[in-house]
């Protein structure tokens, strides 16, 4: 098949979610398309079956604004017109969901490419309450051939908020298991926690729904009572807060800044739980990361997260801002070798359920089951 994918190119996980889909796909032979506005970040070198598009705009002043979307969709109908795509999957439906519409639309009525939407969070539960967005991404939902969302929570959300005509396909996410495994990394251990400490680490983009300051509030509550430290991975709007508690909570020499970074395997692999505080996350990839590398997760109960990390055997959930409880969770653990390993252990075969190449053949099966649909038929 021919598949074109639509993702953000920048740090997050629906932006790994798209693009290991696609190097995967590519790997069996399909040919796959990014049109994007920006190299993904997780794209790697040269892989066969492979094209790039990138969307570059001109400002125009006297317009006031760049007109990136349009040019995005112009640049979808381009690609799939020219390369005769079968398939148009886009990651999020604002805006691609509605960028792949009017691709369509500039294509014509006779074109055969077929819109999968995936939805990853952000677009339904956060720019879904805004009144004023909330027509438009049910537009961008109505008019694509199928939707997926990546837990059973979202799919919930989704329906309560837009009551969509066709039903909403589950398709969880998945994790490279062979590149997310526990990395020998003794050596930088040993750089960052010289005496043994124990090691707590956050990786997110630091926006407001990460709840930084409970991840703060956990660390110092677990540093008060044994010797720990604290690496934060990742940036974003909260970074300079965290800094700021950091020295407010007086543990500032024992938290680690690390800001964007490639190596996430080896960086999850030094943590010895991730701290996961978010009030809201559609599925928390980054929890199943740390799982596939035997790290157990503390965090909240908050949307997906109880999809994948099982409170009481891979991990600890508690209601969200209930801090005292997730450092009471990850004292449990740190203190007790003979637990943390069954919990690691357990995080590492839960990971295992949400392997790439299973997730991969669910998705291909759908796009085979879209190609081979005739027009107009009922939802899939
Ligand atoms: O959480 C973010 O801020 C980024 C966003 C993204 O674009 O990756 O994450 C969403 O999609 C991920 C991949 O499906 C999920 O693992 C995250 O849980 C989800 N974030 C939220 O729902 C807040």
Redesign the pocket.
């Known amino acids: 098949m021919k598949i074109g994918i639509s993702c ?1 190119a920048t740090l ?6 798209a693009t290991e889909l696609g190097k995967a796909l590519a790997a069996r032979g399909h040919e796959v398309h990014f049109i994007v506005s920006g190299i993904p970040f997780r794209l790697g070198l040269f892989q066969d079956n492979i094209y790039v598009h990138e969307v570059e705009t001109a400002m125009y002043p006297v317009l006031r604004s760049s007109p990136l979307d349009l040019a995005l969709a112009a640049k979808m109908a381009d690609v799939a017109g020219q390369f005769e795509l079968d398939i148009l999957h886009v990651h ?1 439906a604002m805006p691609y969901a509605v960028c792949a519409f009017l691709a369509r639309e500039i294509l014509g009525g006779d074109h055969p490419v077929r819109i999968v939407t995936t939805l ?3 677009d339904i ?1 956060v720019l879904g309450q805004d009144p004023l967005l909330r027509d438009i991404i049910r537009l961008g939902i109505e008019k694509s051939d199928v939707v997926t969302a ?1 837990s059973q929570s979202l799919i919930d959300q989704t329906n309560e908020l837009f009551e969509p005509r066709c039903p909403i396909r589950k398709i969880h ?1 998945f994790v490279d298991l062979d590149l997310f495994s526990k990395a020998d990394v003794r050596h930088l251990r040993a750089k960052i926690a010289p005496d043994g400490e124990r090691i707590l680490l956050h990786m ?2 630091f ?1 407001e ?1 990460k709840r930084i300051p409970d991840v703060m509030a956990i660390f110092a509550s677990v540093r008060k009572e044994i010797p720990a430290k604290l690496l934060l991975v990742g940036e974003g709007p909260e970074l300079d807060h965290a800094r700021k508690l950091s020295e407010q909570m007086c543990v500032a020499r024992d938290v680690h800044f690390l800001g964007k970074r490639d190596e996430v395997a080896a960086l999850l692999s030094l943590g010895d739980v991730l701290l996961l505080p ?1 009030s ?7 929890a199943l990361e740390a799982m596939a590398c035997s790290v157990p997760v503390v965090g909240s109960d908050a ?2 997260i109880p999809e994948v990390v099982e409170d009481g055997v891979s991990g600890f959930l508690s209601p969200v801002g209930d801090v005292d409880s997730m450092a009471a969770n990850a004292l449990r653990l740190l203190r007790d070798d003979a637990l943390w390993q069954q919990f690691s252990q357990a995080a590492r075969r839960r990971a295992q359920t949400f392997s790439l190449d299973d997730k991969v053949s669910q998705y291909e099966a759908l796009y085979e089951r879209l190609v081979a649909r005739r027009e107009g038929a009922p939802c899939l």
């Open positions: 953000y997050g996980g629906s932006g790994a979610v999020y990853h969070g952000t539960t990546v996410n997110s983009n926006r729904v978010s809201k996350e559609s599925f928390g990839l980054v949307g997906g």
